[in-house]
């Protein structure tokens, strides 16, 4: 399989999102100049104000990135520290100032190398099939073996992001949604959410990573594929592992990986795969839930919860406002 897909000499464009962990970028640098015609591009978020072990850990990215060669051109050092929301953004938006399509894959990720090649060869082929929006490298962590072995590939409304792939003008429409929500209220963006997916806990998560209450990026990246009613190719298996189930991990250092074996890729050199009929209702239930966008199913309920939480936080802010004066 390797063979045929070393044959091919398109570039493949692969940025490398890190911090503080310099073992998980040397490990990533390593995995990923195997891959053929690969183009590293890396992004690494500044050090925390005062934090002497994030200072020493970017001095030790610095060096492992000269050492290994990276082009300056190739390279984004924040000065500042960012965060797991707006870093991400940032890095993502610097990679495709430079790019039209390519490769997500943040420090503590590894792709499995046929996949890689896989991604790349769908991020070509579906450059001009608006309505798809990302490649994801795994499926539902709950998905039965029965409904997996169906198809190579699903259409699924939300993407799963250890690993995964998108276009620069996807990317763009995304960041332009996201500056029309900056100061859109709760309430709004609970009744603009699709009914499939209107549920109060879904706008909430939303809602609170753009007022920065929630430091991560990828529920609005999620939510711009529901909104838009967009599709992420997702494979029948998990092609990826995440190795930041650790104590230094920000959001997952209290869990256990879900996984800790990948799937082995078989290649797939067709010329187009027919998307029309990748669709599997109970697949997606399971993809989307884990995403953070179960489908709503009790819709009076949500509207109660919605009106249940305005409530609160106006009387204690109104609360607040007379203890003031």
């Not at 189930?245 to 869990?255: G, I, L, M």
Request: hydrophobic share 35%; proline share 3%; glycine share 4%.
């Amino acid at each position: 399989m390797i063979k045929d897909q070393n044959k091919s000499k398109s570039k493949i464009n692969i940025l490398l999102i890190g911090f503080n962990r310099s073992d998980l970028i040397s490990q990533s640098i390593q995995r990923l100049k195997k891959i053929d015609n690969a183009e590293l591009y890396i992004s690494i978020d500044g050090p925390r104000k005062l934090n002497k072990a994030d200072l020493k850990e970017i001095k030790k990215i610095k060096a492992i990135c000269q050492f290994e060669k990276i082009p300056n051109k190739n390279l984004k050092l924040n000065k500042k520290n960012l965060g797991c929301r707006k870093g991400v953004i940032d890095s993502i938006t610097w990679f495709f100032s430079k790019v039209d399509y390519g490769l997500i894959i943040e420090d503590d990720i590894e792709l499995e190398k046929n996949y890689i090649f896989q991604i790349n060869k769908l991020l070509k082929q579906y450059s001009s099939e608006k309505r798809i929006c990302s490649i994801s490298s795994h499926n539902s962590i709950n998905s039965p073996e029965n409904l997996r072995t169906q198809k190579d590939f699903y259409l699924m409304p939300t993407c799963r992001v250890w690993g995964w792939g998108t276009w620069k003008d996807r990317w763009e429409d995304h960041k332009k949604l996201l500056k029309k929500l900056e100061k859109i209220s709760l309430i709004k963006l609970f009744f603009m959410t699709p009914i499939k997916y209107r549920t109060f806990n879904a706008a909430l998560i939303i809602w609170k990573c753009l007022n920065n209450k929630f430091d991560t990026w990828d529920y609005e990246w999620n939510y711009f594929h529901i909104l838009n009613n967009k599709k992420s190719i997702t494979p029948k298996g998990f092609h990826t592992l995440n190795h930041g189930y650790r104590k230094d991990a920000t959001h997952t250092y209290k869990e256990k990986p879900p996984w800790i074996k990948i799937d082995e890729f078989n290649f797939c050199d067709k010329n187009t795969i027919d998307i029309n009929n990748y669709v599997n209702s109970s697949l997606e239930k399971l993809v989307t839930c884990e995403c953070g966008f179960p489908p709503q199913e009790n819709y009076p309920l949500e509207v109660l919860r919605l009106i249940k939480y305005s409530l609160k936080n106006y009387i204690i802010k109104f609360i607040s406002n007379i203890s003031r004066k």
